[in-house]
């Protein structure tokens, strides 16, 4: 089952604005930038509503900030966004510094039907041309999109995400982020601790953009408490939930599976569209969640670094054991997967630690059976796509191949990306 995606830029735009960077700019500016940004600011990524009983949501009133709409309407609203954007289930999980936009093009071309840029620091972005030049980038396919900020002053997260909103389908608040940096920073989950610092970043974009905004969140150790948070932010303006299924101390998403139990009681006690993180590492996951909690999606982080065909169905070694109607798939392994993202980096360029650290994930199994290749990549302390390019040769010319595996075309009941039809 395939969504076709219907932009909703025309609807949301200011007037005048540009649909999509040229990519013209799109290059000089990035190259320029990759050159420019210095550690200390890379070092800081983790990575009155009217109340009126009659009124009630137009279409008309899609392209209008939040803070226009009574709260009925504003659940209307939410709902017609995300039917217009047609509905998707398989979604591309934030990551630092890993779901940048050749990442996103190469999951979007293996059946992801959506996509979350990397958390962007809001003030950086607001103040540093270097920045947003490097971190954001997008194009005409990258659709639909969310683009992630992290933030603790609704001022400086309003300027940032204006800058942005021609360009995405959602404007997204980072509420789950749990690493140090985040503590350190005043942002991410560890606004748990402040919920009125909470509600109004969320009301400062819901009353003053024309995109909806969206949030992603962690869970509470206490089942109420999620969901009085849940509900509070959908009341604050949230137009879309998705819920990371652990809390903010469980960190190893190996050692502590997420809850999917708490994540259908967030979706049973709110009424705007919920997604699910957490525990998605193939696509009989994907069947299993979307049943098991009736949410509207789900987001996979971890599990696409190593294998970017997750949502088309193709699964690692490591999930087929004991599976039944499962077989080699003798077209697409991870070194193919490589190769078409070098494609993508070479037609919208990044900074090559993204590069190196994809190429790493993506090949990791193969270079345990060739340690010498893995070494030599580890020494390039300047890579080129020649050398990435022979990388891959080289691996192939010694008979390296791990293969994807795939479910039998006559398991019936089953579409091409693996959802019940």
Known sequence: MTFKHISALSLFRKP????????????????????????????????????????SFRSSDLGRPHGYLSGEARIERAWAHWKMLGQPKCIVAPMVDNSELPFRMLCRKFGAQAA????????IFTENDKYRSLEFTTCKEDRPLFVQFCANDPDILLEAARRVEPYCDYVDINFGCPQRIARRG???AFLMDNLSLV??????????????????????????????YAKMLEEAGCALLAVHGRTRDEKDGKKFRANWDIIKAVKNSVRIPVLANGNIRHMDDVQSCLEETGVEGV?????????????????????????IGIKEDGTVDQA????EY?????????????????????????FKLQPDVREDF???YKLTFEFLYGLVNQLRERGVRIPLYVKNPNNEGMSTNGIVA
């Open 336 to 339: 193919e997967l490589v190769v």
């Open 16 to 55: 005048n604005s540009c649909s999509t960077f040229r990519q013209s700019h799109f290059i000089s500016m990035a190259a320029q930038a990759s050159a420019d940004l210095s550690h200390n600011e890379d070092d800081l990524l983790c990575a009155e509503n009217a109340e009126s009983e009659g009124e």
């Open 199 to 228: 509600r109004s970043l969320v009301e400062k974009l819901a009353n003053n953009l024309s995109v909806p905004v969206s949030c992603k969140i962690r869970i509470f150790p206490d089942l109420q408490d999620t969901i009085n």
């Open 342 to 366: 070098l494609k993508f980096c070479e037609k919208y360029p990044v900074p090559w630690r993204m590069i190196r650290s994809h190429v790493h994930k993506m090949l990791g199994e193969w």
């Open 186 to 188: 005043n942002y991410g």
């Open 378 to 380: 580890n020494k390039q």
């Open 299 to 323: 987001l996979s982080a971890e599990s696409l670094l190593e294998n970017p065909a997750l949502f088309a169905g193709y699964m690692t070694t490591e999930w087929t054991n004991g599976s």
């Open 116 to 123: 979350y840029t990397p958390m962007l620091h809001s003030r």
